[in-house]
């Protein structure tokens, strides 16, 4: 658990605490603000920022993290082996689904989150604020 904390941590550090103000997208990073994602697939490092909507698809071997912020909205699924970690701050809304018996989710919860789980493998983590 303190080897995922602190790969998250290094994550954020690298590309940087990006507000909604700044209104810029770095899709080679996956970092993105206040934009719509029509269907992002196995892209091992999203960073959702100010009021994004956006549907996310992991399969196959894909080991992943979103960070989800301020106001996002967005479905991540999660299929065969993919492994994918989610921290959601703020007010997003997300809707996690897996399907089979060996993709997993694991959501860490910080602040007003909401989350919605559809299937088996999915373990949710609250942080509080």
């Not at 954020?12 to 909604?20: A, F, K």
């Given at each position: 658990?303190?080897?995922?904390?602190?790969?998250?941590?290094?994550?954020?550090?690298?590309?940087?605490?990006?507000?909604?103000?700044?209104?810029?997208?770095?899709?080679?990073?996956?970092?993105?603000?206040?934009?719509?994602?029509q269907?992002?697939?196995?892209?091992?490092?999203?960073?959702?920022?100010?009021?994004?909507?956006?549907?996310?698809?992991?399969?196959?071997?894909?080991?992943?993290?979103?960070?989800?912020?301020?106001?996002?909205?967005?479905s991540?699924?999660?299929?065969?082996?993919?492994?994918?970690?989610?921290?959601?701050?703020?007010?997003?809304?997300?809707?996690?689904?897996?399907?089979?018996?060996?993709?997993?989710?694991?959501?860490?919860?910080?602040?007003?989150?909401?989350?919605?789980?559809?299937?088996?493998?999915?373990?949710?983590?609250?942080?509080?604020?």
């Amino acid at each position: 658990m303190e080897k995922i904390k602190e790969i998250v941590r290094l994550f954020l550090l690298r590309v940087g605490n990006i507000s909604p103000k700044n209104k810029r997208h770095n899709v080679a990073k996956g970092v993105f603000v206040d934009a719509d994602i029509q269907q992002l697939r196995n892209m091992p490092d999203v960073v959702l920022n100010g009021h994004c909507r956006a549907f996310l698809e992991y399969d196959g071997y894909t080991v992943a993290r979103v960070v989800a912020k301020h106001t996002t909205k967005a479905s991540i699924n999660v299929d065969e082996m993919a492994i994918v970690t989610i921290d959601a701050y703020g007010d997003t809304k997300l809707t996690v689904a897996t399907f089979g018996n060996k993709a997993q989710a694991l959501i860490f919860k910080h602040g007003n989150a909401e989350i919605e789980c559809i299937g088996q493998g999915i373990r949710i983590v609250e942080k509080g604020n």
